[in-house]
């Protein structure tokens, strides 16, 4: 079996976003950028299937920028054997769903494991839109993965708990943070990866049009929350909460 | 326009967090409630008591029982050619099935919004809250999810709907339900809970968490919720996380245990009425957006508090 692992680069999770002074996006220039962590958890996730013996080559895919190239040598020095890189900047869930469409027409992986959402745009939409247009089954959230057969069973962090779905493959996995912990490249992975194969596409290549459906308009710093006061000890705390009513 | 919203119900009762869905959706027009279900019978009647909503359409099939996204998906892109926009609540379950419907009627979703500017603009939070768009879609037709916690919550009782059976294609065959493992909680859920107490990984381990956390939130009837650091930790199951990716919480008063106070933490409860610190390190980010701080170590400041409450 074949697992495609899409990756998207992202701000760096420890980089507090800038909006840019004049409202039309967030600031990206000079700023850290790695791997969406989802994806990361996706790469590992499918390395461990294939060294399990569950699946015998790991794709990985970005649809980005040039510089998404980056982001695939991260996913290659993990251990993904091969990457696809489709050039393109900043293509909504939707457009990035149908490339992977064809992709997947083309692959025909087993498996597609995702990020559940990308921090930057924090949709959690590609898994489900993907699963959508090749007719197969999802198992978004994912916190467990087992490959059953011609089934994998998926344990999904719900609201209230867990839930198993079993899924025929093959089928799409979104996942969750508690999934796996991802690892770290070694150097000399991090040297044999520069020499695995990577491919150069295009959406037209594909014959998908990624043009927007949504524009936008504006982009605003969130209404900031002020520090209030801090309180010396327990009995002024507690007084502070009888103000607000709060007892017990 | 005519809307079509999800309900999220556990077959007897309709879900908070539909009601904020309702209040939403009828920012855009005439609002229809979709129970889909197994034995949904008492869900639809609840949801036809729903102030606002002018019909509920039921699917009651065994196929859609556990609201599998690829029973569920078919049915109401089927339905969505009497509608022109589908509105879900940003739960697990709307958050399954919107994108799935969104690609079955080649719609761009627009996920977790914030606000109705007009009929095809929103404003959506997006970098974990760092940043708030307004986008405007070209679609003809619009799927939405809402953020509970941005909208007033519909009233659940003044309306009378009529309810109309409807049905769709039922099993896909693609997936079936295995199990479930859902917390039993006896506190308030944390997306209506009045007050929260939250802790973090400063509570050192799950019998620490609960012999320290449980107490205070016993004596105030409040829900708990938890850091990501504590639920990667295992101090308390996955449902307990509050921050981007887990609950997005607002209510009245947050108390923060031990939490730093990371981005991806106050993602998910900065919209928080008042929010109260315990933490002993007096530079922690949590203190930034407190409104009541308290410097100090929470194994003695917690017990003292649960007295003297």
Not at chain 2, 215 to 223: R, V
Request: hydrophobic letters at 45%; one cysteine or more; proline letters at 4%.
């Amino acid at each position: 079996m074949k697992i495609l692992v899409p990756v998207k680069r992202v701000i760096d999770y420890n980089v507090k976003p800038r909006v840019k002074s004049d409202g039309t996006g967030v600031d990206l220039a000079n700023v850290k950028m790695s791997m969406n962590p989802f994806d990361e958890i996706a790469v590992e996730e499918a390395l461990r299937l294939k060294e399990k013996g569950a699946a015998a080559e790991v794709v990985a895919v970005s649809i980005g920028p040039d510089k998404a190239q980056e982001t695939l040598r991260t996913a290659l020095a993990m251990g993904a054997d091969r990457a696809i890189l489709v050039v393109a900047e900043d293509v909504e869930p939707l457009g990035v769903a149908k490339i992977l469409a064809k992709i997947v027409e083309e692959e025909a992986p087993g498996l597609v494991i995702l990020g559940k959402q990308a921090i930057d745009d924090d949709s959690n939409q590609t898994g489900q839109m993907l699963a959508a247009l090749t007719g197969r089954p999802q198992g978004t959230f994912a916190s467990k993965v087992e490959v059953k057969g011609d089934a994998v069973e998926v344990t999904r962090e719900v609201d209230g708990g867990l839930e198993t779905v079993s899924l025929k493959t093959p089928a799409i996995v979104t996942t969750d943070l508690r999934l796996n912990e991802p690892r770290y490249a070694s150097l000399p992975n991090i040297m044999k990866a520069k020499s695995k194969p990577l491919a150069q596409k295009t959406p037209a290549d594909y014959g998908v049009d990624v043009s927007p459906r949504l524009k936008t308009l504006k982009v605003t710093e969130p209404p900031v929350r002020s520090a209030g006061i801090k309180v010396a000890d327990v009995d002024a705390l507690v007084a502070k909460l009888k103000e607000l009513g709060v007892t017990a | 326009m005519s809307v079509l919203v999800w309900v999220e119900h556990d077959n007897a009762s309709v879900k908070d967090a539909t009601l904020a869905a309702v209040t939403a959706a009828g920012k855009l027009g005439e609002v229809h409630a979709l129970v889909a279900g197994s034995g949904c019978g008492a869900a639809a009647d609840a949801a036809a008591k729903i102030a606002g909503v002018g019909k509920v359409l039921v699917a009651d099939d065994a196929a859609y029982g556990h609201a599998l996204a690829e029973n569920v998906a078919p049915l109401v892109a089927g339905l969505m050619s009497n509608y022109d926009a589908f509105v879900a609540p940003a739960t697990s379950n709307g958050k399954n099935i919107a994108p799935r419907v969104a690609a079955l009627l080649d719609v761009m979703q627009i996920s977790d919004i914030l606000s109705v500017e007009s009929a095809d603009t929103f404003t959506r939070p997006i970098y974990a809250g760092n940043a708030i768009a307004t986008v405007q879609s070209s679609d003809a037709k619009k799927v939405i999810t809402v953020r509970g916690t941005a909208f007033a919550k519909a009233d659940a009782t003044g309306g009378s709907a009529s309810v109309e059976a409807v049905s769709g294609s039922g099993d896909a065959g693609l997936s079936s339900f295995v199990s479930a493992e859902i917390a039993k909680q006896e506190r308030p859920e944390l997306t209506s809970a009045k007050i929260i107490v939250s802790g973090g990984r400063a509570l050192k381990d799950a019998d620490t968490f609960a012999s320290t956390i449980l107490p205070l939130a016993d004596k105030l009837g409040a829900g708990v919720g938890a850091s990501r650091a504590a639920v990667d930790a295992g101090y308390v199951p996955n449902d307990y996380q509050v921050g981007q990716t887990g609950k997005i919480v607002a209510p009245e008063v947050y108390i923060a245990v031990g939490i730093s106070g990371a981005i991806q933490h106050l993602a998910g409860m900065k919209d928080s009425k008042v929010i109260v610190a315990i933490n002993k390190d007096e530079d922690a980010p949590i203190f930034q957006v407190a409104d009541i701080g308290l410097v100090g170590d929470l194994y003695t400041v917690v017990p003292e508090l649960v007295s003297k409450l």
